[in-house]
């Protein structure tokens, strides 16, 4: 009787002290950090989907009709200035340059022989001066012929590199018909599209900055080793986009880019009176962000947020919160709209020192 009477004890002890603990643990479960958003002046890199284009990049064009009969280089070829890249059959323009040069000889002669008749008063001067004219018609078309001939033989407009050759030897060639492309890759532009009032922002602050140095970031996500620099923006605002054309150049040393590249440009945006929350402060639900708030009755509610941008464990808030809103840092998986919560309170610059950042 007496060992029932000590069981049922011990068991009522355990069950207390189990109670006891799952209470505990309730209420630790129960305790949440909050924090406010940070405002401040910072900057953030924004990345800017941009074409890359050489600095130099043409068609090259065959001037005359023919039949394609030498090619001089190969595709993906590093050609100098000048260097001869095909020959047109050139036999008419040359049979062409001859009958010009010839008929321009017999004007010569028969310009001699007016003038010998014009000065012993036989033929006018009028005469002489019509065989003279003559002399320079026929010269003309002499320049002409070796025009027409000049263009059987196409030569690089500059240095570059060769692209695909579409037609092969014997081809019969209209005049205009594409030969191929040239690239000119010893620098090269990224284009790219800005907002019209992050254009004003780089605008205003561009002198704060000290420079408009940008980096790029290419297909592979490998950032580029050169830096390149803003050195153009366009005149005009796209009216159906709203944005403007931003170009930038980059060294090409290596000629790792080339012509039609895609890639993204990497730029230092400053924001005045950035607003910063933790990014573990958010949670995502179909490509929109999310944040608790914690109301005066310490009841969270989701709030739908605006990124404008992003720093290492920090976003840069557009819109959605203001500096003043207590948001949950902690436990953003385990609570639900309208819960009661108890909460720690954390300053929001103790919160960013503890992410080992620097934000301004």
Not at 54 to 76: H, P, T, W
Not at 107 to 134: C, G, P, R
Not at 156 to 169: E, N
Request: net charge negative.
């Amino acid at each position: 009787m007496k060992k029932n009477v000590l069981y049922t004890g011990i068991i009522a002890l355990l069950c207390l002290v189990s109670c006891t603990t799952k209470k505990v643990e309730k209420e630790e479960a129960g305790k949440f950090t909050v924090t406010n958003p940070v405002q401040i002046d910072t900057s953030f890199t924004k990345e800017y989907v941009s074409q890359i284009k050489s600095v130099r990049n043409v068609e090259i064009r065959a001037q005359e009709k023919g039949y394609l009969q030498n090619i001089y280089v190969d595709e993906g070829q590093y050609v100098q200035a000048g260097q001869l890249l095909f020959r047109i059959m050139p036999q008419l323009y040359q049979a062409e340059l001859q009958k010009a040069e010839s008929e321009a000889k017999a004007a010569s002669i028969e310009l001699q022989n007016t003038k010998t008749l014009a000065d012993k008063n036989v033929v006018s001067k009028n005469e002489q001066a019509m065989a003279q004219a003559k002399l320079e018609q026929a010269k003309a078309e002499v320049s002409l012929a070796k025009l027409h001939l000049s263009f059987t033989e196409i030569r690089a407009p500059f240095a570059g590199t060769i692209d695909r050759i579409p037609l092969k030897l014997g081809s019969l060639i209209d005049e205009g018909e594409l030969l191929t492309s040239l690239s000119d890759n010893s620098r090269m532009f990224a284009y790219f599209n800005v907002s019209e009032p992050e254009y004003i922002s780089y605008q205003t602050d561009i002198k704060d900055r000290g420079d408009s140095q940008v980096g790029l970031l290419l297909a592979n996500n490998e950032p580029l080793k050169y830096k390149g620099k803003v050195e153009v923006i366009e005149s005009e605002f796209d009216s159906e986009t709203g944005n403007i054309a931003f170009r930038a150049g980059f060294p090409n040393p290596d000629k790792l880019l080339k012509n039609g590249e895609t890639g993204k440009v990497l730029m230092t945006v400053p924001v005045k009176k950035a607003l910063l929350i933790p990014q573990k402060a958010t949670y995502e639900i179909q490509d929109k962000m999310y944040v608790f708030v914690v109301d005066k009755n310490n009841v969270v509610k989701s709030r739908e947020i605006t990124i404008k941008g992003e720093i290492p464990d920090l976003y840069v808030v557009q819109s959605g919160l203001d500096a003043n809103d207590k948001i949950l840092l902690e436990g953003v998986q385990t609570v639900k709209d309208d819960d009661k919560i108890q909460y720690g309170y954390e300053k929001p610059h103790d919160v960013i020192s503890q992410l080992k950042l620097k934000a301004e």
